[in-house]
C-alpha cells in the first residue's frame, strides 16, 4: 500500500503535466492499481507484483526521450562517426578473439557468423560496458501509465515482472535503457520472452550476466529474422551519373539484375557473386551525393532488431570493420564530418581547458557541451549553431592562445 503523501505527491505530479492522456493514466496510482489487474490476469503472481510495482516513482522525464530517438533526430554521418569508430573497432576485434570457442558454437547452431553478431554487441552495449542505468520497472510502469504507446509499455513491464518471476534476472540487474531495453544486446522483456537462450546450460537465460546467453540469444533474433547464412548483408556502390534516385527505398525491390542493368556495381569494381534474382534494394542514407548501398536479405534482418536504416547500417558497416575491411568510400555530404568517441573527448577537454564547465568527459555532445560550444564558435568567429563536429575541434586545435570564455 501507499502512504497518504506518496499517493498525495504521485497525483500531482500527474495532474501537474499536460500529456493529453486518457484520465485513467492521469492519475498514476489509479493507473498502477489497474496494472495489478492485467498482470495478474496474465499469469503474473500477486506478490511478485506488491512486491515491485507499487514502490516505484514515476520518472516524467522519459516522455522525452519517447519522443526523440537519435537514429532518427541525428544527422547519418553523426550517427556512424560515434557509433563505428576505430575504438569500437579495435574492441570488437578483440572480442572476436576472447569469445572465438562460443562464436563458433553460436554460429554452428544459428548460422550467423560471428562479426555479425559482436557488431550488434558492440553497437547496443559496447560490448557489454554500457547497458543503460535506469531500471526498468521504474521506465516500464512510467510508459503505462504516461504518455502515448501505453498499451505497449504495459506489455513489455508484463514481461519483465514474468522475468522476475521465473528467477532468471535478479529485479535489480533489470536496468536498462529508458524504453526497457536490458541486457549485453539490449533485448525488449517480450522480445527475451520469444527469443533469449540458455546457451550456457546453468538453467537460466540471463543476458545481463551471461555473454553465452546473450551472443546466442542475437543469433537466434537474427535467424527467426530471416538471416541467410553465407550472404552479405549489402554491399557500397557506385550510381552512374545522372542515376534516378527516385528508385532507391529499402521496400523498392528488384532482382539485383535490374541494378546491374542501370549501371550499378560495387564501389571496388568487384563483381557480386550472388544470382540475377536475388531480391535487391537500393539505399542512399544521406541521398544521391552521400554513400550508395545495394542491400539484401540479411540487411533487413539487423533493421528487424532496431527499425531505423541508420541503425541497421551502423550494425552492418561495423560487421564489416571487424572483418578487416575498410572505411566507406563516398564521403559523406556534408562540410563539416562528425567526429568518432575519441574526438569528441578531446573537443571536450579543449573546452574544459578554456574554462567552460561542462561536466565530465563522457564523449556524449549535450546541452552543456553544446552551449559551450556556441561561446566559442562565436569568440572564433564561427557559425554559431553549437554542432560538435570537425570544423570547431579543428579550430580550437588550432587555436594556440586561447582567452577566459564569456559568463555562461
Known sequence: MRTPSRNIAATALAAALSFGAPAAA??????VDGLR?????????????DANV????????LLELLNRQPEFSTPIWDYMAGLVDEERVEEGKAMLATHAATLARVEDAYG????????????????????????????????????????????ELIETLRIIQSGDVAPDKLVGSWAGAFGHTQFMPSTYRRIAVDFDGDGRRDLVDSVPDALASTANYLKRSGW?????????????EGFDASVAGRKNRHPLSYWQGRGVG?????????????PTALLLPAGASGPAFLVFKNFDAIYSYNAAESYALAIAHLSDR???????????????????RRERRELQELLLARGHDIGEVDGMIGSA??????????????????RGGRRVLEALRADTTPTPPPAQ
Open 54 to 61: 507499487p514502490t516505484v516513482t514515476p520518472d516524467p522525464s
Open 322 to 340: 571487424l572483418r578487416g575491411r575498410g572505411a566507406f568510400v563516398a564521403p559523406w555530404p556534408t562540410p563539416d564530418p562528425g567526429l568518432s
Open 228 to 240: 541467410r547464412s553465407g550472404q552479405p548483408w549489402g554491399f557500397e556502390v557506385r550510381l552512374p
Open 266 to 278: 560495387r564501389i571496388d569494381g568487384v563483381e557480386i557473386a550472388l544470382p540475377a534474382q536475388t
Open 112 to 155: 550467423v557468423d560471428p562479426a555479425t553478431v559482436v557488431a550488434v554487441w558492440g553497437v547496443e552495449s559496447n560490448y557489454g560496458q554500457v547497458f543503460g542505468k535506469r531500471p526498468l520497472l521504474t521506465s516500464l510502469t512510467t510508459l503505462s501509465c504516461m504518455g502515448r504507446r501505453q498499451a505497449f509499455f504495459r506489455g
Open 37 to 49: 489487474g492485467k498482470a495478474l490476469s496474465a499469469g503474473i503472481d500477486a506478490g511478485v507484483f
Open 369 to 386: 557541451t553544446r552551449a559551450a560550444i556556441k561561446l566559442e564558435q562565436a569568440r572564433l568567429g564561427m557559425p554559431v549553431d553549437g
Open 26 to 31: 492521469a492519475d498514476f496510482d489509479r493507473c
